[in-house]
C-alpha cells in the first residue's frame, strides 16, 4: 500500500515558468511533510518542509502548499532555473521528522528545465 | 552531507556472499536509518536504530539485518547477496526534527 502518491513522475519546464508537482497521502497521522531534491549521484537533500498548522511555506523560490481537509501537498518552484534540474522527492512522517516511522517517500518527478 | 559518512560508495559483489555496509555520523543524533533506492520506487525503509543496540525492521527489511554497537556507526548486512538487491542504499540521520542523507552506496550484485 503506497502510502504516499507523487505526481507527474516526469515534468519538462522552460527556464523561467512554474514547476508544480503534487502529492497525496492517506494516513492522518502524518504530521511532517518534507521535500527532498536529489541529483544524479548524490543523496537526497532537505529542501523545504511543513508542519500541518499552515497551509503555505515559503523559502525563496520554492513555496509548499498544503490542504489538510483534502490530505494533500504541493511543491511549486518559481522562476524556474536550469539549475533545478533534478529529481524531487515528497514525503511524510508520523514523527515529527522521522523518530520510529522514518520517513514514507513518494516515488520521485524528474524535472527538466530547459533553456 | 550533515555529519554521514557511508562506506563503501561503490560494491560488485557476487550472488551468494555476504556483503556490509557501514554508515558513520559525526552528529550524535539517536536515530539512524537505512533506505534503499530503487527506479520507480523511491526510497524504502530496511531498517532503523532508535539506540546502541536498540534496532526494528522497516519495509523492505527480508534478507537484511543491521547492528549498532556505537552510537556513531550503524552497519547493514546482506547475509546472503542475491540480484534482487542490487539497488542504492542510502544512510540517513534523524535529529532536531530533520532527516539528512549520506551520498549512498551503490551495490551490484552480478
Known amino acids: 500500500q503506497q502510502q504516499v502518491k507523487q505526481s507527474p513522475q516526469s515534468l519538462i519546464v522552460q527556464k523561467g515558468g512554474i514547476s508544480i508537482i503534487n502529492c497525496a497521502y492517506e494516513?492522518?497521522?502524518?504530521?511532517?511533510f518534507p521535500w527532498y531534491q536529489q541529483f544524479p549521484g548524490k543523496g537526497p537533500a532537505l529542501l523545504i518542509a511543513i508542519r500541518p498548522d499552515v497551509s503555505e511555506k515559503k523559502e525563496g523560490r520554492f513555496t509548499i502548499s498544503f490542504n489538510k481537509s483534502a490530505k494533500q501537498f504541493s511543491l511549486h518552484i518559481m522562476d524556474s532555473q536550469p539549475g533545478d534540474s533534478a529529481t524531487y522527492f515528497c514525503?511524510?512522517?508520523?514523527?515529527?521528522?522521522?523518530?520510529?516511522?522514518?520517513?514514507?517517500f513518494g516515488k520521485g518527478t524528474h524535472l527538466i528545465i530547459q533553456p | 552531507d550533515a555529519g554521514i559518512t557511508q562506506s563503501p560508495r561503490h560494491k560488485v559483489t557476487e550472488t551468494g556472499t555476504p556483503v556490509t555496509l557501514r554508515c558513520h555520523q559525526t552528529e550524535n543524533h539517536r536515530y539512524m536509518y537505512w533506505y534503499r533506492q530503487d527506479p520507480g520506487h523511491g526510497l524504502r525503509l530496511i531498517h532503523y536504530s532508535y539506540g546502541v543496540k536498540d534496532t526494528d525492521k522497516g519495509e523492505v527489511s527480508d534478507g537484511y539485518s543491521v547492528s549498532r554497537s556505537k552510537t556513531e556507526d550503524f552497519l547493514l548486512t546482506l547475509e546472503s547477496a542475491t540480484s534482487s538487491q542490487t539497488s542504492v542504499y542510502f544512510c540517513?540521520?534523524?535529529?532536531?526534527?530533520?532527516?539528512?542523507f549520506g551520498q549512498g552506496t551503490r551495490l551490484t550484485v552480478v
Open positions: 540517513a540521520i534523524s535529529g532536531g526534527g530533520t532527516v539528512n
Open positions: 514525503a511524510a512522517s508520523g514523527d515529527s521528522g522521522g523518530g520510529a516511522d522514518g520517513l514514507t
Open positions: 494516513n492522518t497521522a502524518f504530521d511532517y
